[in-house]
């Protein structure tokens, strides 16, 4: 009988993934040519008691039975860890079954003679043994048989990997989902060539695990064997372990397998015993049988059509071998410095502490392998990919030395950043829990002493601290006590706890009872009034007033009032002189744009961040039950889906109504008679009716050109030195160039746009005593331009002689009063002939209820010129055009009667009216003079051209009346009932 043998191979795996194969070969990998009663000793011993694959097992039972020959590769993980066996049948020599069944006893004799040693394999041979024979592929799933690694392998299964590049001597776990790359790789393991380019991609963000094409990886690889494959079905899991670098020279097209399933059997079948007959042949020659597979190169494939791939399979590649070196002292101490920053980073950084501590403990010659310790540096930083592929490509070691310590530089660095930051975390967590279990204890202690009480206790005895003193209406407490009751009851780690508390620090917070001591003075009041603010008698006579009547009642008292009026008049800062006056405190909010009910009534608790709304928040923030709330642009409030804000104010501004004003938060009845509500509107007419009806309503006009003066002078030139820091004795502003100033830059009814141009001439004041052009600057009339510019105003009037069909009428703005111009002409020659009716065309941007008073002057005009002139038939037949100008300006309003009826007149006769008149009015259809509004502003206007005359409707007399002397000095005044009357002032000549 043929002899059988056993052969043994021990694979230390328990640092599979973190060193390589050659490193762990050293220590444990030995080979062993056993004989049978070895087997069966083995077989005995304790190692198959500790082994979980009973495979094996069987596999020996029935060698020592049948006494076949087999094969045994052992791996093992360390002394103490689990045994990991794979079998595989092996023919060492030729026979069959029953040759080597019969023959038994011969064996033992022959073994008896002569005992036959086992043979030894040192690592050094390791590379250079061919004596295994493989009869059937390994299976799927298991460890790939050792084997002896060629040094020449030319043609290889190209494996993409991205972002880190597999070195010489290292392990790497790849997994392959790609079909055509998946049945390349199981037809290399069948053929028992389990070998592989391992190259990285150039694009980390390249998914495809086969590539286009060979630009889309680096040229330079890894040459690895595939030690473990696990067949998934759809997808194979790999370990393989680098051997060498090589170069990829040429793209490979492999020929594909045969598609017919009889050629395929046939072929396999000649295979099978071509491969017994090389078998038998080499088990007494000795040699490899090796099945080399047959490639065409990528030019040859035009020629096959029928072989194509999708991509890069397989490539021609050659070893690339590092340059010579010397072994000097720069490359000692390179390597040494390389050492030490791993032990360094081992240290630092627990994630390489057991792994690297024992691949330098392990026996490989590390520290003086220049080699070996560039490629383990490299591969142990977290390096960018395209940095560790630069160590892989480089072949002179001194300078991959030095590029593999410049990433580990760079590593530690990172370590040590990363050190500092985590003891600073920590020591801080540590002082915050050391902070917060103090905290704790000490509760614990002083409850214990009795000195405090818990957390809902605490809460509960400040709210109750709170309203001690105050006098709390009878349906509130009942609130905050049944609130009490239940904050009692809750976990103060509940969101509920949380709404009564924040609920409860409403309720107690609001002013229950308390009052500021009110100023009832009249002269102290009056006194404090005149020295913020200039004019504004109605609303400085309407405040003493009040502080009359609450003198006389003894108790302060609530009131709504309403300041309207154009911008820049000091409606909102005489508000806060009120208050002052008044010694309440002051609160301003503004309603414009607002469009929530929410804002003025609050949110219901029910939402989450409820609050209440802006009057209960004025309340606590003034902590008095009488403060002075200024609501300003009343006239500008919006409406929303979530309400109408006017009508909410329906009830908050009604006196009869406030005294119970219930906010949706509060839900309890709170008194606001003794809040005294300022509201600030420029017009009137958008404030709702209901609205306007529960307020008092201040007109507050605007000032002539003498007031703007006294304003200025008085506070606008005193604020603006303060702001700039020009004192007086530095810039002096005479009152020609302060005239000229409002008179040609400053024409609105306020005195904003005034107080604008005064800091600008203090700012450019100061700009030039800084550069030193002067040390001191007076402004005069001459020089005013230099400080301010143009002026915007060169003239008071668009007509200095007014002609035929051109009148002076008297308009209101919201800017305040200007004087507005109607134009009429003809459009084309009069034709009296063809007795053809007359046209009227207007033009001028005009609003529709001043086409109506056109159209009604116009009607008026006929019918009294057929008065005064019937043989006139200019206005029946004549084609008229009137027109307002300045037609970019939107102008409406009925007002315009009078004046548009005296031009068409005036057109109609063919002579001018009389020049510096002046008119307002609105017409009725029978032509009655009716009144309209905005009397000092048109008058200011009026005066500010140089008109001595001005005809106003006689129910106007009394507005004209409270106007200042200084306004009305000068002029010509006429009230008038009918058109008639006007008619007589402006053609004297013709009456």
């Avoid at 062993?32 to 304790?46: A, E, G, W």
Wanted: charged residues 25%; proline residues 5%.
């Amino acid at each position: 009988m043929a002899k059988a043998s056993m052969r043994f191979m021990f694979f230390d795996l328990s640092r599979f993934y973190s060193i390589s194969a050659k490193q762990t070969c050293s220590r444990n990998c030995q080979r062993y040519i056993l004989k049978q009663n070895d087997v069966r000793q083995y077989s005995n011993s304790s190692y198959r008691r500790h082994n979980p694959n009973r495979s094996v097992h069987r596999t020996l039972n029935n060698y020592i039975i049948n006494r076949k020959p087999v094969a045994i590769n052992l791996f093992s993980i360390g002394d103490n860890g689990p045994l990991w066996m794979c079998s595989r049948l092996y023919s060492s020599q030729s026979g069959n079954d029953g040759d080597s069944s019969s023959s038994s006893s011969g064996d033992d004799s022959d073994g008896g003679d002569k005992q036959e040693e086992p043979e030894v394999i040192r690592d050094g041979d390791m590379d250079k043994t061919h004596d295994i024979h493989v009869s059937r592929p390994p299976p799927m799933g298991a460890l790939v048989p050792p084997m002896t690694v060629p040094d020449l392998f030319p043609r290889l299964p190209v494996i993409a990997v991205h972002r880190n590049p597999l070195f010489p001597k290292f392990v790497k776990m790849i997994e392959v989902t790609d079909k055509s790359l998946v049945d390349l790789i199981r037809r290399k393991v069948k053929l028992n060539q389990p070998y592989a380019g391992i190259f990285l991609k150039k694009d980390d963000y390249n998914v495809d695990e086969v590539v286009k094409s060979l630009s889309d990886i680096y040229s330079v690889g890894t040459f690895a064997q595939i030690y473990e494959l696990q067949d998934l079905g759809s997808k194979l899991r790999m370990i393989v372990t680098g051997h060498r670098r090589i170069e990829i020279k040429e793209l490979l097209i492999e020929e594909s397998e045969p598609e017919n399933v009889e050629t395929e059997k046939e072929a396999n079948r000649g295979r099978k015993l071509k491969r017994k007959r090389r078998m038998m042949k080499d088990s007494e020659t000795g040699e490899e049988d090796v099945v080399k597979p047959s490639f065409i190169s990528e030019g040859d494939s035009s020629e096959s059509p029928e072989l194509q791939q999708a991509g890069v399979l397989m490539v021609e590649v050659e070893n690339v071998a590092h340059e010579a070196f010397k072994n000097t002292e720069e490359v000692k101490a390179t390597t040494a410095e390389v050492v030490k920053t791993i032990r360094d980073i081992v240290q630092m950084n627990p994630l390489y502490r057991e792994s690297v501590a024992q691949m330098i403990q392990s026996g490989q010659r590390v520290i003086d392998n220049p080699v070996y310790l560039s490629d383990l540096g490299a591969a142990l930083t977290g390096a960018e990919a395209h940095e560790q592929q630069e160590v892989l490509e480089e072949t002179n070691i001194p300078k991959r030395l030095m590029l593999a310590l410049s990433l580990l530089k760079r590593d530690y660095e990172l370590s040590k950043i990363q050190q500092r930051i985590g003891k600073e975390v920590e020591q801080k967590v540590q002082q915050q829990q050391r902070k917060y279990l103090l905290q704790e204890q000490m509760k614990v202690i002083k409850k214990e002493l009795g000195i405090e009480k818990d957390d809902k206790e605490t809460i509960v005895e400040k709210f109750r601290e709170r309203i001690k003193e105050k006098v709390v209406p009878l349906q509130a407490s009942e609130v905050i006590e049944e609130e009490f009751n239940k904050l009692g009851f809750l976990d103060p780690h509940s969101s509920e706890f949380n709404i009564t508390r924040n609920y409860l620090d409403w309720l107690t917070s609001m002013p229950w009872g308390v009052h500021s001591q009110e100023n009832l003075e009249l002269n102290k009041a009056k006194e404090v009034l005149e020295e913020d603010h200039y004019g504004m008698d109605d609303v400085k006579k309407r405040i003493l007033e009040f502080i009359a009547v609450s003198q006389l009642k003894g108790s302060t008292q609530g009131k709504i009032l309403c300041f309207y009026g154009p911008p820049g008049v000091g409606k909102t800062s005489i508000a806060k002189s009120i208050a002052k006056a008044l010694n309440r405190e002051y609160f301003r909010f503004s309603v414009g744009g607002m469009s929530d009910v929410a804002e003025i009534k609050g949110h219901r608790r029910t939402y989450i961040g409820a609050m209440p709304g802006k009057i209960i928040q004025s309340l606590k923030k003034t902590k008095t039950e009488n403060p002075l709330i200024l609501m300003d642009e009343v006239d500008k409030m919006g409406r929303g889906w979530q309400g109408d804000p006017s009508s909410a104010l329906l009830e908050l501004l009604d006196p009869e109504q406030n005294s119970n004003f219930l906010d949706h938060y509060l839900d309890v009845p709170v008194d606001l008679s003794k809040v005294l509500f300022i509201t600030t509107a420029n017009v009137t007419d958008t404030i709702p009716e209901p609205l306007r009806d529960r307020m008092e309503m201040i007109d507050i006009s605007g000032y002539v050109a003498e007031e703007k003066l006294a304003i200025a002078e008085k506070y606008l030139v005193p604020q603006a030195q303060n702001l700039s820091g020009v004192g007086a004795e530095k810039l002096v502003i005479s009152a020609d160039a302060m005239t000229i100033l409002i008179k040609q830059y400053c024409r609105e009814s306020g005195v904003r746009h005034l107080q604008k141009q005064i800091e600008k001439i203090h700012r450019k004041a100061a700009y030039k005593l800084v550069e030193g052009e002067s040390s001191k600057i007076t402004v005069s009339p001459e020089n005013l331009p230099d400080f301010v510019g143009k002026a915007l105003f060169t003239h008071d009037r668009l007509y200095d002689m007014m002609p035929p069909g051109v009148v002076m009428g008297l308009a209101w703005t919201s800017m305040g009063g200007s004087t507005l111009f109607i134009e009429t002409t003809l459009k084309r020659p009069l034709d009296l002939e063809t007795k053809e009716s007359g046209s009227l065309e207007i033009t001028g941007h005009l609003g529709d209820v001043m086409k109506e008073s056109t159209q009604i002057a116009y009607t008026v005009s006929k019918s009294f010129l057929m008065e005064v002139d019937a043989s006139n038939q200019f206005l029946h037949h004549g084609h008229i055009h009137l027109h307002v100008p300045e037609g970019a300006t939107p102008k409406d309003g009925p007002s315009a009667g009078c004046t548009i009826v005296t031009a068409l007149l005036s057109l109609a006769k063919g002579m001018p009216i009389r020049q510096n008149v002046a008119m307002t009015g609105e017409v009725s259809l029978t032509g009655k003079v009716l009144p309209v509004g905005g009397i000092k502003e048109k008058t200011i206007a009026a005066k500010r051209v140089g008109v001595n005359c001005i005809i106003l409707p006689s129910e106007n007399r009394k507005d004209y009346s409270d106007l200042p002397a200084f306004i009305t000095d000068g002029l010509e005044v006429h009230f008038v009932e009918k058109y008639r009357e006007v008619y007589d002032i402006v053609f004297p000549n013709n009456s």
